[in-house]
């Protein structure tokens, strides 16, 4: 019986869906993170009467004909990049994205990766760098004797010395934006790698077209909503149910099969 294997592939199906809403529940306190949502298709179909067949030795056409699905299998999942909440924090290295956007990180590889997480901090060097010590380029460098730092939402970063008045510019932040953005590949810790999907990364000045702009003292939150998740998790565990259903259907089917004599 084809419903057997049908079934399988439907639970399985829903199981994968199961552990993407979980991800994303999971996340929904990360900082910036993106949520997922799986995407289906139906398997090849067995075609007992093909469409379009003639029926009739003078070639009258079957219209519809009779094809058997198999089930179904994931896609893809598919990367929300919608604008999560903004926190204000007040902390002067926490810096959000209001808009489209990634800040640019140097991985140990040399390799350069992507990241909507603001939450910024300083090395022993005084290097701008994430919370996993990953510096942001373009590097910029705050002097020891700063007594007070601003990032304006250009990305214009700005101090004071303690033997000053005026403030000084250091540095520049720069933002990478992606013509298909879903086609980055994660690798943990809230960071992106570019593939041929993405498309090259197009690097810019925060305001300009196309490219957020920056708030510091706040930190975007996940765009996960917890509501909708939820809802989307029950409708996975009743579909998971009636997939099961038909399992045991069929297998009390071919049971009454089996006692026929």
């Given at each position: 019986?084809?419903?057997?294997?049908?079934?399988?592939?439907?639970?399985?199906?829903?199981?994968?869906?199961?552990?993407?809403?979980?991800?994303?529940?999971?996340?929904?306190?990360?900082?910036?993170?993106?949520?997922?949502?799986?995407?289906?298709?139906?398997?090849?179909?067995?075609?007992?009467?093909?469409?379009?067949?003639?029926?009739?030795?003078?070639?009258?056409?079957?219209?519809?004909?009779?094809?058997?699905?198999?089930?179904?299998?994931?896609?893809?999942?598919?990367?929300?990049?919608?604008?999560?909440?903004?926190?204000?924090?007040?902390?002067?290295?926490?810096?959000?994205?209001?808009?489209?956007?990634?800040?640019?990180?140097?991985?140990?590889?040399?390799?350069?990766?992507?990241?909507?997480?603001?939450?910024?901090?300083?090395?022993?060097?005084?290097?701008?760098?994430?919370?996993?010590?990953?510096?942001?380029?373009?590097?910029?460098?705050?002097?020891?004797?700063?007594?007070?730092?601003?990032?304006?939402?250009?990305?214009?970063?700005?101090?004071?010395?303690?033997?000053?008045?005026?403030?000084?510019?250091?540095?520049?932040?720069?933002?990478?934006?992606?013509?298909?953005?879903?086609?980055l590949e994660a690798i943990g810790d809230s960071l992106f790698l570019e593939t041929e999907a993405s498309g090259d990364p197009i690097v810019?000045?925060?305001?300009?077209?196309?490219?957020?702009?920056?708030?510091?003292?706040?930190?975007?939150?996940?765009?996960?909503?917890?509501?909708?998740?939820?809802?989307?998790?029950?409708?996975?565990?009743?579909?998971?149910?009636?997939?099961?259903?038909?399992?045991?259907?069929?297998?009390?089917?071919?049971?009454?099969?089996?006692?026929?004599?």
């Amino acid at each position: 019986m084809r419903s057997l294997d049908i079934g399988a592939t439907g639970m399985l199906a829903q199981q994968m869906n199961v552990d993407v809403i979980s991800n994303n529940i999971a996340n929904m306190t990360t900082t910036g993170f993106k949520r997922q949502r799986i995407e289906f298709q139906d398997l090849m179909y067995q075609n007992i009467t093909r469409p379009g067949t003639s029926s009739t030795s003078d070639d009258t056409i079957v219209p519809s004909g009779i094809q058997i699905g198999l089930g179904v299998r994931p896609a893809a999942t598919y990367r929300i990049h919608t604008q999560g909440t903004v926190q204000i924090t007040d902390s002067e290295l926490d810096l959000a994205i209001n808009g489209q956007g990634y800040f640019q990180v140097e991985l140990p590889n040399g390799e350069t990766a992507y990241t909507r997480a603001g939450s910024l901090q300083l090395n022993g060097d005084g290097e701008v760098v994430t919370n996993q010590g990953l510096r942001v380029e373009p590097g910029i460098t705050v002097p020891d004797d700063t007594v007070n730092l601003e990032i304006n939402e250009s990305g214009q970063v700005f101090i004071r010395l303690a033997d000053q008045s005026d403030l000084q510019e250091i540095g520049q932040f720069e933002l990478a934006n992606f013509i298909n953005p879903a086609g980055l590949e994660a690798i943990g810790d809230s960071l992106f790698l570019e593939t041929e999907a993405s498309g090259d990364p197009i690097v810019d000045l925060p305001g300009q077209e196309n490219f957020g702009t920056l708030l510091q003292g706040a930190l975007e939150q996940s765009n996960v909503d917890v509501v909708k998740e939820i809802t989307s998790m029950i409708t996975a565990q009743r579909a998971y149910e009636l997939n099961s259903q038909v399992i045991s259907t069929s297998d009390e089917m071919m049971g009454t099969l089996s006692q026929l004599r």
